[in-house]
Protein backbone atom coordinates (compact mmCIF):
# COMPACT_ATOMS: atom_id res chain seq x y z
CA UNK A 1 0.00 0.00 0.00
CA UNK A 2 1.42 3.56 -1.10
CA UNK A 3 1.50 5.46 1.87
CA UNK A 4 2.55 9.21 2.99
CA UNK A 5 3.03 10.69 6.67
CA UNK A 6 3.95 14.25 7.19
CA UNK A 7 5.67 15.45 10.34
CA UNK A 8 6.37 18.50 11.92
CA UNK A 9 3.70 20.86 11.66
CA UNK A 10 3.05 23.14 15.05
CA UNK A 11 2.17 26.51 16.55
CA UNK A 12 5.13 28.99 15.78
CA UNK A 13 4.71 32.75 16.05
CA UNK A 14 5.23 35.31 13.23
CA UNK A 15 9.10 35.11 11.82
CA UNK A 16 9.65 31.40 13.52
CA UNK A 17 10.71 28.32 11.57
CA UNK A 18 9.13 24.65 10.98
CA UNK A 19 10.21 21.52 9.11
CA UNK A 20 7.53 19.46 7.77
CA UNK A 21 8.74 16.22 7.02
CA UNK A 22 6.97 13.55 4.64
CA UNK A 23 8.03 9.67 4.31
CA UNK A 24 7.05 7.10 2.33
CA UNK A 25 6.48 3.88 2.87
CA UNK A 26 4.84 1.17 -0.10
CA UNK A 27 7.37 2.47 -2.34
CA UNK A 28 9.83 4.65 -3.21
CA UNK A 29 10.20 8.20 -3.26
CA UNK A 30 13.18 8.04 -6.29
CA UNK A 31 10.60 7.76 -9.17
CA UNK A 32 8.15 10.13 -8.28
CA UNK A 33 8.18 13.87 -8.59
CA UNK A 34 7.24 15.56 -4.98
CA UNK A 35 5.19 18.20 -3.85
CA UNK A 36 3.67 20.03 -0.78
CA UNK A 37 0.27 21.52 -0.62
CA UNK A 38 -1.28 23.32 1.52
CA UNK A 39 -5.44 24.42 2.39
CA UNK A 40 -6.96 26.84 4.70
CA UNK A 41 -9.77 27.23 5.84
CA UNK A 42 -12.64 27.99 3.36
CA UNK A 43 -9.69 28.28 0.84
CA UNK A 44 -9.06 25.96 -1.87
CA UNK A 45 -5.77 23.44 -1.65
CA UNK A 46 -2.60 25.70 -3.30
CA UNK A 47 0.36 24.18 -4.58
CA UNK A 48 2.92 25.36 -2.49
CA UNK A 49 6.29 23.84 -3.82
CA UNK A 50 7.07 20.79 -6.12
CA UNK A 51 10.78 18.87 -6.63
CA UNK A 52 11.53 16.61 -9.58
CA UNK A 53 12.01 12.92 -9.08
CA UNK A 54 16.02 13.58 -8.89
CA UNK A 55 15.73 16.70 -7.39
CA UNK A 56 17.27 18.63 -10.11
CA UNK A 57 14.48 21.09 -10.13
CA UNK A 58 12.10 22.57 -7.96
CA UNK A 59 9.02 24.66 -8.03
CA UNK A 60 7.77 27.12 -5.56
CA UNK A 61 4.58 29.06 -5.29
CA UNK A 62 5.61 33.37 -5.09
CA UNK A 63 4.05 33.80 -1.77
CA UNK A 64 6.86 31.33 -0.35
CA UNK A 65 9.46 32.14 -2.65
CA UNK A 66 12.64 32.96 -0.42
CA UNK A 67 11.10 31.90 2.39
CA UNK A 68 10.46 27.86 2.20
CA UNK A 69 12.99 25.31 0.62
CA UNK A 70 12.10 21.79 -0.61
CA UNK A 71 14.78 18.85 -0.18
CA UNK A 72 14.36 15.29 -0.44
CA UNK A 73 16.40 12.71 0.27
CA UNK A 74 15.62 9.26 -1.93
CA UNK A 75 17.89 7.23 0.16
CA UNK A 76 15.52 7.79 3.67
CA UNK A 77 12.97 7.81 1.37
CA UNK A 78 11.63 11.29 2.49
CA UNK A 79 10.72 14.60 1.37
CA UNK A 80 10.85 17.99 3.58
CA UNK A 81 10.03 21.35 3.35
CA UNK A 82 11.75 23.98 5.40
CA UNK A 83 10.06 26.97 6.13
CA UNK A 84 11.45 30.05 7.46
CA UNK A 85 10.17 34.06 8.11
CA UNK A 86 6.67 32.72 8.60
CA UNK A 87 3.49 34.31 8.15
CA UNK A 88 -0.07 34.27 9.74
CA UNK A 89 -0.65 33.53 5.97
CA UNK A 90 0.95 30.59 6.10
CA UNK A 91 -1.75 29.40 8.57
CA UNK A 92 -3.03 25.87 6.86
CA UNK A 93 -3.11 22.12 6.98
CA UNK A 94 -0.25 21.14 4.82
CA UNK A 95 -0.19 18.01 2.67
CA UNK A 96 2.53 16.43 0.85
CA UNK A 97 1.99 14.23 -2.41
CA UNK A 98 3.92 12.38 -5.07
CA UNK A 99 2.81 12.21 -9.00
CA UNK A 100 4.52 11.29 -12.17
CA UNK A 101 6.29 14.81 -12.79
CA UNK A 102 6.08 18.30 -11.27
CA UNK A 103 5.34 20.16 -14.33
CA UNK A 104 1.73 19.17 -15.87
CA UNK A 105 1.37 16.28 -13.28
CA UNK A 106 1.46 18.50 -9.74
CA UNK A 107 2.99 21.38 -10.33
CA UNK A 108 0.78 24.16 -10.29
CA UNK A 109 -1.92 22.05 -9.64
CA UNK A 110 -1.97 18.66 -8.70
CA UNK A 111 -3.65 16.68 -11.99
CA UNK A 112 -1.94 13.93 -11.58
CA UNK A 113 -1.46 12.73 -7.62
CA UNK A 114 -0.37 8.56 -6.94
CA UNK A 115 -1.24 9.56 -3.20
CA UNK A 116 -1.65 11.89 -1.02
CA UNK A 117 -0.71 12.41 2.82
CA UNK A 118 -2.98 13.06 6.15
CA UNK A 119 -1.75 16.72 5.82
CA UNK A 120 -0.39 18.10 9.35
CA UNK A 121 -1.55 21.21 10.64
CA UNK A 122 0.82 24.73 10.69
CA UNK A 123 -0.57 27.29 12.60
CA UNK A 124 1.50 30.84 12.80
CA UNK A 125 0.41 33.36 15.24
CA UNK A 126 1.06 35.51 18.39
Known amino acids: QLQLVESGGGLVQPGGSLRLSCAAS????????MGWFRQAPGKEREGVSC????????NYADSVWGRFTITRDNAKNTVDLQMNSLKPEDTAVYYC???????????????????WGQGTQVTVSS
Open 51 to 58: ITSSGGST
Open 97 to 115: AAGPRCSVDMWPSPRRVIT
Open 26 to 33: GFTLDLYA
